[in-house]
Structure formats: C-alpha cells, structure tokens
C-alpha cells in the first residue's frame, strides 16, 4: 500500500465532489528514540478493532469524507514507512484537526511499539 493508492482510493468516493483537501501523514521509523538513544529497528503490534474504531469516529466528524489508514506490523528497519493516514474533507478547520487527532489517537491506542 502507499499514499499514492489511498489518495487514489478517496478519489473514487462517491462523495469526493465534497473535497476541498486531502491531508495525509507518512509515519517512519526513526534512526533515534525520543530520548535520543540510537533505534536500528522497531517492532509494531497494532490493534484492528481499534483502529476501524477510531477510523469511523473520525469520519462521523462534520466535513469529513473520508478517513483511510493503514499500520504496517512486524519488525520494521530505519526509513521504513510505519503508518499512513489519509484525511479528506472539506475546509481546513475540519480536516486538519481530524488528521492530527486521528495520527495521535491511532499511535497511542492501536500500536505498540519496541525499539531496538
């Protein structure tokens, strides 16, 4: 999967003439932690149920089309792409909130994460 497919994917949505921005977020694994210590690799669990949850919340938001993500599981190396977040909408004010509350809700209730 890639932007590219899920951007391609809200185009064919039946409510597309309704967008006025498509926002997207492209999450990769760092070379350091958040603390700075060095990350070759990371594993990520996700939970499904959650996400298809947290997806649908999103959508039900005013002005919001369409919500696509997709977390990638396994063990993952640096530059590796983890998560993609599609968001589309009508005007700024509601897609960007929704994008960044939909990145923050996923990363804290879907994944779990080990660096090594």
Known sequence: MSLDALIAQVKQHPRYPEVGMILCHNG????????????????V???????AEIITAIKNRPGIVEVLA????????????????????DIRENVFPALQDAVNTIKRDVTK???R
């Open 113 to 115: 994460k080990t660096e």
């Open 70 to 89: 997709v977390v990638r599981e396994g063990t993952l190396r640096v530059g590796d792409d983890v998560m993609y977040v599609v968001v589309a909408g």
């Open 45 to 51: 669990q996700a939970d499904r149920r959650r996400l």
């Open 28 to 43: 990769v694994v760092r070379a350091t932690s958040r603390d700075g210590q060095p990350v070759t690799e990371l594993t």
